[in-house]
């Protein structure tokens, strides 16, 4: 159940990309505007963390759960008989709204009921799922447009979803108890993220992962345009896609691996400092002139794979000294790299012309505000200085001494 709520989400991304340029021509928006459709399903999403993490505490999951696939299939709908590109566009960002439900309570879910090794084990799993749907995604909406238009590609999320809310209401129960839900008030909710967000460290790599969060997202609007047009991949668009998100994953397994004898700190900060030295390299060859797809997917891909060995352990820097707030700031982290990385990703997504080169300059600028960033919240201190082993590492009480 929570690999295919969380499955929702990267599949509602990624299985668009092929259908881009068509849905762009059929509603009006044959040019960079069509990268909105992902763009505002993200948006969407990353802010409405935000509401559902308090909603859900004080409500219940299983109800919120099943009203939000019920706003999925709706926003659905409206996609399907959208007429122009602004009422799909709104009803995109709907559609990321309601999976952001998903997302959240999935991970509650798991928390109410199991804890430790097991917990491990269960997120572990979804974590998989989550990894494998951005690789089979692409190759799904490229068979579906083989036979049908872009209008088939909302019928298989409806379907999905449909599934998934018949799933749940038959065999998920309330996992919350109704003596452990907490009162939800928007001032209450409002004191628990600030103080999330006071803590430097916190704040500080939430500030660093948005921007790096800007340059995937800047890659995941503008790769059906470079791959598929520019580097004429249509064909083999999805494999190319796909390749990318396996070189993801195997660096996120290869970052587990390591992070227990490395530290968090070490792995990332010289992740960021590779990160920023290869977009650099790469924007040198793309100003003398347009580098060869050999040269642009292998450098992309080892951008990419670098961005994963921050991005996993950015979001664990965040976590260490949440203490008792850790959903709060979990919700925060995901909120803004989420609405960050959307707006970011679309304004380097709205430079393209034509070229590689919007796309690489914005990932170097990205990964130099991320670098500029982490030095001021490691206070020039980095690569582990003063990092603890992981498994010593003790939740920090929060601000208030609870």
């Keep these: 159940m929570v690999g295919g709520l969380m499955a929702l989400n ?4 990624d299985i668009f990309l092929p259908a881009l340029g068509e849905i762009g021509e059929a509603l009006g928006a044959p040019g960079n505007d069509r990268q909105l459709v992902i763009t505002a399903y993200v948006f969407g999403f990353g802010i409405a963390q935000l509401f559902f993490g308090p909603l859900t505490d004080a409500l219940g ?14 926003s659905t709908v409206i996609c399907v008989m959208a007429p122009t590109m602004g009422l799909m566009i709104a009803a995109r960002a709907l559609q990321g709204v309601a999976a952001a439900a998903t997302r959240v309570i999935a991970v509650a879910v798991v928390r109410d009921l199991v804890s430790g090794r097991r917990m491990a084990e269960i997120m572990s799993f979804a974590m998989t799922v989550f990894m494998v749907a951005p690789i089979l995604a692409p190759g799904i909406g490229q068979a579906v447009l083989s036979f049908g238009d ?4 909302f019928a298989i999320l409806f379907v999905l979803a449909a599934s998934l809310a018949v799933w749940m209401f038959v065999r998920l129960p309330e996992t919350l108890p109704v003596q452990n839900r907490i009162g939800f008030t928007p001032a209450s909710a409002a004191r628990n993220y600030l103080a999330a967000a006071g ?15 800007g340059a995937l997202f800047a890659f995941i609007a503008t790769s059906e345009q470079i791959l598929a047009e520019l ?14 998100a396996l070189g993801l994953a195997a660096a996120n397994i290869v970052n587990a691996r390591i992070v227990g004898r490395l530290g968090m700190r070490r792995i990332s900060h010289a992740a960021l400092v590779a990160f920023v030295a290869i977009n650099a390299v790469h924007l040198v060859i793309a100003l003398a002139g347009q580098p060869p797809f050999w040269v642009y997917f ?15 352990n ?17 919700a925060l982290y995901g909120a803004v790299t989420s609405m960050s990385g959307a707006v970011l990703g679309s304004i380097i997504g709205q430079l393209y012309d034509g070229t590689v080169v919007p796309v690489i300059a914005g990932f170097l600028a990205m990964g130099a505000a991320s670098f500029a960033l982490v030095i001021w919240t490691e206070k020039g201190r980095l690569f582990g200085v003063n990092e603890a082993p992981v498994d010593d590492l003790a939740p920090a009480p929060a601000p208030d001494g609870s």
């Design 10 to 13: 990267a599949v509602s991304i």
């Design 61 to 74: 999951r299983r109800n919120v759960l099943l009203c939000a696939l019920a706003a999925y299939l709706v």
């Design 150 to 153: 872009w209008r088939a590609i």
């Design 199 to 213: 803590n430097r460290q916190s704040a500080g790599y939430i500030a660093a992962a948005a921007f790096i969060f």
């Design 231 to 244: 580097y004429g991949l249509e064909a083999w668009f999805a494999v190319a896609f796909g390749a990318m």
């Design 298 to 312: 292998s450098l992309l891909g080892l951008a990419m794979m670098l961005f994963a060995m921050m991005g996993s």
């Design 314 to 330: 950015f979001s664990a820097l965040v976590m260490e000294p949440a203490g008792k707030r850790a959903g709060t700031a979990a």
